[in-house]
Every structure is written in C-alpha cells, then in structure tokens.
T-cell receptor, first 110, second 114 residues
Framework: DGGITQSPKYLFRKEGQNVTLSCEQN?????MYWYRQDPGQGLRLIYY???????QKGDIAEGYSVSREKKESFPLTVTSAQKNPTAFYLC?????????FGSGTRLTVV | GNSVTQMEGPVTLSEEAFLTINCTYT??????LFWYVQYPGEGLQLLLK?????DKGSNKGFEATYRKETTSFHLEKGSVQVSDSAVYFC?????????????FGKGTKLSVIP
C-alpha cells in the first residue's frame, strides 16, 4: 500500500540538541510539506518542496531546516535555534490537490 | 491573503445529535474547499471536498455545501456517533498559481458522549 511513513512516533531530546524527523513517501508525489501542530493553533506550515533539490520556507521556518535529495524523502531538522520545539509534527505529500498525511511525530524537548 | 475561519471548540454532543461546524473563508476567485478529520494521535484524513460553487461534498454521513455568496463551507451530520469524536479542520487551496498549498482553519474538537 502506498503512503507516508513518519518516524519515530515519539521523540525525546534534551534542550540545545538538534534532532531530525524522518518522512518517506512511496506515492510518487512531487510535493512534500512539513506542518507543526500546537493545541488551539491548527496546522502551521514550516517548509514545503515542490520538486527534488528545491524547497521554500513556510510561515514558521525559523529554527528548522530541510533537504530534498530524493523524491521519496523530506527530512526535517529541528535545530537548537527553535525556541519552543515541543510539538506534534506532521508530514504530507500531494499530487495536485490530493494530499496524504503521515501519522505524525510527537517531539518533546526536556 | 487566503484564510479560513472555523468555529471554536470544543463541541460536545450527545450521540445521535445533529452536528454543524461552521467554516467561512477568504480567498480570491473560486478556491477548492476541504474538510479533514484527525483522530487522536493520528495524522489528517480527507473527509470531503468541493471544487466549485454549489457543489456538495459528502462522506460517511457528513455533508458540506460550497456557498460562494456567503463564502462558507459548513460541515453537517444528521446523527453523530461516539466514533465521530475527533478534530475537524476546514481548509482551502486557492485557484491558479500552480501551487496546491493548503490553508487550514484552527480546527474544531468534537466530543460525542453516549
């Protein structure tokens, strides 16, 4: 079955450490996205990529970085510059208007 | 710019009650409109969509009608079940521009009690 795999489901990191969240899709979708979800805030776009080796900042890119070296993969790095990284992170991919979401990674910084 | 406003929750209903979650949007032209559902601890799933004015999207007993005159896309269900407890997001994709970037509302949490 095609879909999006996010790993790990839960992630704990110490303050000041960089951490990378994985997102892989086998849907052959061109576009991929990272969203951050906080209670009462809805989903906010961090970064998106429409083609390999190209990506754009979303609404809240500060403190995050991404790469898109392969069509299937769009990892997100949460750097120590992100002031409040504890959140639920969702990856998505799309072909035209059809979006598929991963099941999310809950990051807790202690 | 483009934006989506949906009613704030949480919404608590008894089983078999009627559900309405209001959603209005701001966009130029005719955006495509969506409702997504998020069950606890999971990602989002597409519930229904409508791509032009007066279209009605429907799925699993949920319905929403694209009203251009009121820029609305309210979600309704005639008889909710406990299994409908989730967070519901209204969203749009603006027309043209070659980018299919979703803009979300803040979500409405629905709890259905037996």
């Amino acid at each position: 079955d095609g879909g999006i795999t996010q790993s790990p489901k839960y992630l704990f990191r110490k303050e000041g450490q960089n951490v990378t969240l994985s997102c892989e899709q086998n849907l052959n979708h061109d576009a991929m996205y990272w969203y951050r979800q906080d209670p009462g805030q809805g989903l906010r776009l961090i970064y998106y990529s429409q083609i390999v080796n190209d990506f754009q900042k979303g609404d809240i890119a500060e403190g995050y970085s991404v790469s898109r070296e392969k069509k299937e993969s769009f990892p997100l790095t949460v750097t120590s510059a992100q002031k409040n990284p504890t959140a639920f992170y969702l990856c998505a991919s799309s072909m035209l208007e059809g979006y598929t979401f991963g099941s999310g990674t809950r990051l807790t910084v202690v | 710019g483009n934006s989506v406003t949906q009613m704030e929750g949480p919404v608590t209903l008894s089983e078999e009650a009627f559900l309405t979650i209001n959603c209005t949007y701001t966009a130029t032209g005719y955006p495509s409109l969506f409702w997504y559902v998020q069950y606890p601890g999971e990602g989002l799933q597409l519930l229904l969509k409508a791509t032009k004015a007066d279209d009605k999207g429907s799925n699993k007993g949920f319905e929403a009608t694209y009203r251009k005159e009121t820029t609305s896309f309210h979600l309704e269900k005639g008889s909710v079940q406990v299994s409908d407890s989730a967070v519901y997001f209204c969203a749009l994709i603006p027309p043209g521009a070659g980018s299919y970037q979703l803009t979300f509302g803040k979500g409405t949490k629905l709890s259905v009690i037996p």
